[in-house]
């Protein structure tokens, strides 16, 4: 059953993380720490990963990773807003991680409220597994663990707000806020997570097919002639060393690269709208 907690205003992690977070979670030794950005309007922020060396630029190496104890105390002197996992990762009983992010998610009205029912049933149908609350307090991760690889998909929720799911995404990372809102256990639920998936897919292809006229109208519009595009992709580039040296095909790791290099660009303190 998920029960709500108290949010603090500015600490993005749990008193007694460690009494929270689940074992399973704090023994993959992947963690990294992180930064807030200025809040928004809508009251979300953006957060840019640190890694062991402080710098954030090399966040996506292994080198880069500490242990949960490490990061947490990192977190908890005040230096950085909170902590999160790196993905993929591997449980320690060798079954791969998978994340569930719910937006938006009215957490202050529990009657009378859809969406929230919606994901209780999720919750009961995936074991009752560890939920928390997120870091803008306006959303849910859940955390299960499957036999097989989940790749990360994302879709709109017809109740509002977005259902995204994280797994074996290269160059991706999650917050842990160890402010649980129920559940203890990361369950095994394989084929119901395939199942979800398979869903969330369906609502993704249906967005896509809506979006089609709106982006060949926008595909006509015309570059402005003033627009410097190699200036401004020598500055965003800046620090970064990861392309490779050969054009890469499809299947051969683009969209990681895209990934880290969009992480690059948080890090270094680069607006969502420039990053898109």
Not at 30 to 53: C, I, R, S
Not at 60 to 66: E, P
Not at 208 to 229: D, F, H, L, Y
Request: net charge positive.
């Amino acid at each position: 059953m998920i029960h709500r907690t108290i949010r603090t205003k500015h600490i993005f992690l749990a008193d007694s993380p460690e009494q929270t977070i689940p074992v399973v979670l704090q023994k993959i030794n992947q963690w990294l720490v992180w930064k807030a950005g200025p809040f928004k309007a809508n009251g979300k922020f953006d957060k840019f990963p640190y890694g062991k060396d402080g710098t954030g630029r090399t966040w996506q190496k292994s080198h880069q990773w500490m242990d949960f104890e490490v990061a947490t105390k990192k977190a908890q002197d005040g230096s950085y807003a909170g902590v999160g996992l790196v993905l993929p990762a591997i449980t320690p009983d060798g079954l791969h991680l998978v994340a569930l992010d719910f937006d938006d998610v009215n957490l202050a009205s529990e009657t009378h409220n859809p969406r929230l029912d919606e994901i209780r049933q999720i919750h009961k149908a995936f074991a009752e597994p560890y939920i928390e609350e997120s870091p803008s307090g306006k959303g849910l991760r859940m955390f299960v663990t499957s036999k097989v690889p989940i790749q990360q998909i994302s879709a709109p929720n017809p109740l509002g707000g977005k259902d995204e799911i994280f797994g074996q995404s290269a160059g991706k990372w999650v917050t842990v806020t160890g402010k649980s809102l129920g559940g203890s256990g990361i369950p095994d639920v394989t084929e119901a997570i395939l199942a979800f998936q398979a869903g969330i897919a369906q609502r993704a292809t249906k967005g896509v097919t809506s979006q089609r006229t709106i982006k060949q109208s926008s595909a006509t519009k015309q570059t402005p002639k003033n627009c410097q595009v190699d200036e401004v992709t020598k500055v965003l580039s800046k620090g970064w060393t990861g392309w490779p040296e050969k054009k890469l095909s499809d299947g051969d790791g683009r969209e990681s690269y895209m990934l880290s290099y969009a992480g690059h660009l948080r890090s270094s303190g680069h607006s969502q709208a420039e990053i898109e």
